[in-house]
């Protein structure tokens, strides 16, 4: 079954750029998808289509793949950006959603 | 605007059966998959399985094929989720979700807490 991996946290100062990577085989052949999960509310999605975003979500989110790394980066971070993060593809082998395991954004 | 709401928490005992529902307005609801994820406490999202709800058609993720059965009522706009045993394990949160065209995720419910104790 194809597999996602993410870092367990990633830790920065405000105003600093955070790169989130999200690793599977072969995912620059993939559309991912990245969620933001603060605690107590339900996931939301920030990008999409590699490098989408929903209407609402600020420009500071991007995406891009590249081989077996799909980054989700988010400039100037700010307190507010603090939470988990989730990438996701369609694995169109098996017809499932993957999701990868969620990386802990903390902005000291 | 696009909404999928949920129906509430529960509590309920190993062995007894449960079946959350999940209603989409704001849309065409035939015409778009439907997804329900699992996320135990401090823990990450799963996929469960996902069901379009024009023609009923059902895709179950491997850990949860047989252990769960997710259905649809096209005339109503409301997707479910059935046990027919609950197991201590079952106790997470639960959420449905709309799907895209991308097979991304772009509405979600509120989430449903789920907690099986005897």
């Known amino acids: 079954s194809y597999v996602l991996t993410q870092p367990p946290s990633v830790s920065l100062a405000p105003g600093q750029t955070a790169r989130i990577t999200c690793e599977g085989r072969?995912?620059?052949?993939?559309?991912v998808h990245w969620y933001q999960q603060k605690p107590g509310q339900a996931p939301v999605l920030v990008v999409f289509n590699d490098n989408d975003r929903p209407s609402g979500i600020p420009e500071r989110f991007s995406g891009s793949t590249s081989g077996n790394t799909a980054t989700l980066t988010i400039s100037r971070v700010e307190a507010g950006d603090e939470a988990d993060y989730f990438c996701?593809?369609?694995?169109?082998?098996?017809?499932?959603?993957?999701f990868g395991g969620g990386t802990k954004l903390t902005v000291l | 605007e696009v909404q999928m709401v949920q129906s509430g928490a529960e509590l309920k005992k190993p062995g007894e059966s449960l079946t959350l529902s999940c209603k989409g307005s704001g849309y065409n609801f035939n015409n778009q998959w439907i997804g329900w994820v699992r996320q135990v406490p401090g823990k990450g999202l799963e996929s469960m399985g996902i069901v379009y709800p024009g023609d009923s058609d059902t895709r179950y993720s491997s850990s949860f094929e047989g252990q769960v059965t997710i259905s649809v009522d096209k005339s109503i706009s409301t997707a479910y989720l059935h046990w027919g045993s609950l197991k201590a394990s079952d106790s997470a949160m639960y959420y449905c979700?709309?799907?895209?065209?991308?097979?991304?995720?772009?509405?979600w419910g509120q989430g449903t807490l789920v907690t099986v104790s005897s």
């Open positions: 072969n995912i620059d052949t993939k559309s």
């Open positions: 979700a709309r799907q895209g065209i991308n097979w991304e995720f772009d509405y």
């Open positions: 996701q593809v369609w694995d169109g082998f098996t017809d499932h959603v993957v």
